[in-house]
């Protein structure tokens, strides 16, 4: 158990709906950072908050959202849901302090765009 | 160019086998690199950070070349429990992209009896 749960674990949606999938990080962690994992492909960094505030992104357009909040948990926002969304979603906690620090991963959120 | 390239395979290996798994990554920055485990629809489990001096974890050796970029995974004496999926990882530790993984496509191992 890493101490990172997310939720929902499975959910369809609609071409076009909107979706939020969240993630409670480990205790102790200030840094949450969420990935998406097609289906044959490595995870591919979406991006990181740190602090209540976006600490990085990745190569996702901007219908892709997230917040964190004072507790270190965190929301992922997808608007305008295209086919291609279909993917794992997973959260990584972790506590930025420079290299050596260990990044969990939680068990992920399955999401079907049909 | 991706950050990290690794071949997908998959790679069929009986019991009892030696199977290695390289990964090459384009960024002379990196500065952290690791090997994941990941069993059909989990997620990735942290199967060992990779050292510039190499490390052995049981039938387990990683081995990191900075010179040529690359990362490598060793596994002896294959087990039947060994059938994943392995992602190389990498993680440039600082500015922007603190924190940040890296992760190539993944490798697919089937150990068969």
């Known amino acids: 158990e890493t101490g990172v749960t997310q939720s929902p674990t499975h959910l369809i949606k609609t071409r076009g709906q909107q979706v939020t999938l969240r993630c409670s990080s480990q205790?102790?962690?200030?840094?949450v950072s969420w990935y998406q994992q097609a289906l044959g492909q490595g995870p591919q960094f979406i991006f990181q908050y740190y602090r209540e505030e976006e600490n990085g992104r990745g190569n996702f357009p901007p219908r892709f959202s997230g917040l964190q909040f004072p507790n270190y948990s965190s929301e992922l926002n997808v608007n305008a849901l295209e086919l291609d969304d279909s993917a794992l979603y997973l959260c990584a906690s972790s506590s930025i302090t420079g290299s050596g620090n260990t990044i969990y991963f939680g068990e992920g959120s399955w999401l079907t765009v049909v | 160019r991706k950050e990290v390239e690794q071949d997908p395979g998959p790679f069929n290996v009986p019991e009892g086998a030696t199977v290695a798994f390289n990964c090459t990554y384009s960024?002379?920055?990196?500065?952290?690199f690791f090997w994941y485990r990941q069993d059909c629809r989990k997620e990735p489990k942290l199967l060992m950070s990779v050292y510039s001096s190499g490390n052995e974890d049981g039938r387990f050796t990683a081995q990191l070349n900075r010179a040529s970029q690359y990362i490598s995974l060793l596994i002896r004496d294959s087990k039947l429990s060994d059938s994943a999926t392995y992602l190389c990882a990498m993680r440039i530790d600082r500015g922007s992209t603190l924190g940040r993984l890296y992760f190539g496509r993944g490798t697919q191992l089937t150990v068969w009896p």
């Open positions: 960024n002379s920055a990196s500065q952290s």
């Open positions: 205790s102790g962690h200030n840094t």
